[in-house]
T-cell receptor
Framework: DAKTTQPPSMDCAEGRAANLPCNHS???????VYWYRQIHSQGPQYIIH???NNETNEMASLIITEDRKSSTLILPHATLRDTAVYYC???????????FGQGTTLQVKP | DGGITQSPKYLFRKEGQNVTLSCEQN?????MYWYRQDPGQGLRLIYY???????QKGDIAEGYSVSREKKESFPLTVTSAQKNPTAFYLC???????????????FGEGSRLTVL
């Protein structure tokens, strides 16, 4: 079973920041949090990952709480092309498997 | 350009037939994976391989088989024993094995199998 909990859907206005929450209360100390997104009928696209510290790249920022039990993916200026299903995934130790849940469907509206 | 190629993109088969889905990568990745996705659902891991000539069952391996004779190829066979084979199948690869710290997965565009 997936080890993460995400809201099934969210809306965001175009140009605003999209903040997607994820709970992973059973995460272990050596497990990473990964975020992927999937546009309909395409392969998932990697966004970002982190262990303890906050991370930022050209696509998004990842904020991980100090106790590591939850995280937030931030898309700073959402566009219509960011409409997709966003998956928060904990990398399972020791095998390192990525277990996908059902994700959050983000709808960016004009 | 480097990437992962899955074929065919769409496939139809009759009940009782085996079918093989192709997955090729030229990223020089060690590890390769097969996932299945049903409508409105997340991805479920079928099989994975961290090295040539070795592979492991994922969470839903029953009714499927794989081989890893070459580093760049990881074909998946959906056998007649798979009771509900209609699904979207995704192949992925990563630079390091599953236990690596930076094993970002790169996905192919998927193969949609429909059993008639």
């Amino acid at each position: 079973d997936a080890k993460t909990t995400q809201p099934p859907s969210m809306d965001c206005a175009e140009g605003r920041a999209a903040n997607l929450p994820c709970n992973h209360s059973t995460i272990s100390g050596n497990e990473y949090v990964y975020w992927y997104r999937q546009i309909h009928s395409q392969g998932p696209q990697y966004i970002i990952h982190g262990l303890k510290n906050n991370e930022t790249n050209e696509m998004a920022s990842l904020i991980i709480t100090e106790d590591r039990k939850s995280s937030t993916l931030i898309l700073p200026h959402a566009t219509l092309r960011d409409t997709a299903v966003y998956y928060c995934i904990v990398r399972v130790a020791p095998t390192g498997k990525l277990i996908f849940g059902q994700g959050t469907t983000l709808q960016v509206k004009p | 350009d480097g990437g992962i190629t899955q074929s065919p993109k769409y496939l139809f088969r009759k009940e009782g037939q085996n079918v093989t889905l192709s997955c090729e990568q030229n990223l020089n990745h060690d590890a390769m994976y097969w996932y299945r996705q049903d409508p409105g659902q997340g991805l479920r891991l079928i099989y994975y391989s961290q090295i040539v000539n070795d592979f492991q069952k994922g969470d839903i391996a029953e009714g499927y088989s794989v081989s890893r004779e070459k580093k760049e190829s990881f074909p998946l066979t959906v056998t007649s024993a798979q009771k509900n084979p209609t699904a979207f199948y995704l192949c992925a690869s990563s630079h390091r094995g599953l236990a690596g710290n930076t094993g970002e997965l790169f996905f192919g565009e998927g193969s949609r199998l429909t059993v008639l």
